[in-house]
């Protein structure tokens, strides 16, 4: 629990920094039904990267319906995308350096799967996969190594200022990681009655049988799969699978498969507090 707030100046006391599909909106509603909490509209205002230069006022202004004593949020996924937007924490950390910070992490390559889905169904990109990612790397790729994300936002804040969150234990155990981020605000535990999954297509169903044809497509990464069978087959899976009037077309060879493991498995020990006997970051075992 942090004690300080942030200056009285600033109009925000906490954001919702990423990673993109990695259960932000789930989180934004979740906090948004609070009534210790306001989250200003739109969800992602992207202030401190596209926005900036419309100024203080406009951005306090997204606030101006706050009453009493409730804190001010948002959750701008973009806040995390270093590799195009270097300078967001610095802009935070000028505005408001008592902020507290929440980041959503998800297993790597299945946010990068989900990223994937997204960027065909709303129609940014089409292909199959191999070509998307060249196009996209700093959105499949990029936003997935969650140290490289994080690094500017450590160097402008201390590390109690930053809860890292897990999108599955989300998923599973809404109310265990909301009593984790009201303790980190410093609020009330309220319970919960029912699960959001906004949003989010990789929650949708998954096919077992395009997993089993990845699997045999790709042999080489079978023993990487079977680390963590059940949810890593599903993410394959869900890259065979169509959706609406697209289809996502998995072709990337085995030794880049596995080049992005090591990558993944690279940044991810870099972030010691993944290690841990609780059941949240279970996925950080498969790296």
């Not at 009285?8 to 210790?36: Q, R």
């Not at 994937?116 to 060249?134: E, F, I, M, N």
Request: proline share 6%; with cysteine.
């Amino acid at each position: 629990m942090i004690d300080d707030r942030p200056a009285k100046t600033s109009p925000v006391d906490f954001l919702v920094i990423g990673a993109m599909k990695a259960g932000t909106t789930t989180l934004w509603n979740y906090l948004a039904e609070d009534e210790h909490i306001f989250m200003c509209q739109p969800k992602e205002p992207e202030f401190f990267t596209l926005n900036w230069d419309r100024g203080q006022e406009w951005y306090a202004g997204l606030f101006r319906n706050r009453t009493g004593s409730r804190l001010a949020g948002e959750a701008s996924t973009s806040y995390t995308r270093v590799h195009r937007y270097p300078f967001a924490a610095s802009r935070a950390a000028t505005l408001a350096p008592n902020l507290r910070l929440i980041y959503m992490l998800r297993d790597p390559f299945e946010r990068l799967v989900s990223t994937y889905r997204h960027v065909l169904l709303t129609g940014r990109d089409s292909g199959p996969l191999s070509a998307v990612l060249d196009r996209n790397w700093d959105l499949l790729v990029g936003q997935s190594l969650y140290a490289v994300q994080l690094a500017p936002w450590l160097a402008r804040f201390p590390r109690r200022q930053l809860l890292l969150l897990d999108f599955d234990e989300l998923v599973r155990s809404p109310q265990d990681v909301l009593n984790r981020v009201a303790d980190h605000l410093g609020i009330p535990r309220r319970s919960i009655s029912e699960t959001h999954h906004d949003n989010d297509s990789s929650t949708r169903p998954a096919m077992a049988g395009w997993a089993t044809k990845a699997l045999d497509r790709f042999p080489a990464f079978r023993p990487v799969i079977q680390r963590g069978p059940a949810r890593l087959r599903r993410s394959i899976g869900r890259l065979a699978r169509r959706g609406g009037d697209v289809e996502a077309t998995f072709d990337l060879s085995d030794a880049a498969l596995l080049a992005l493991h090591r990558e993944f498995a690279e940044d991810l020990a870099r972030i010691p507090e993944l290690r841990t006997d609780r059941s949240e970051f279970s996925w950080h075992e498969r790296y």
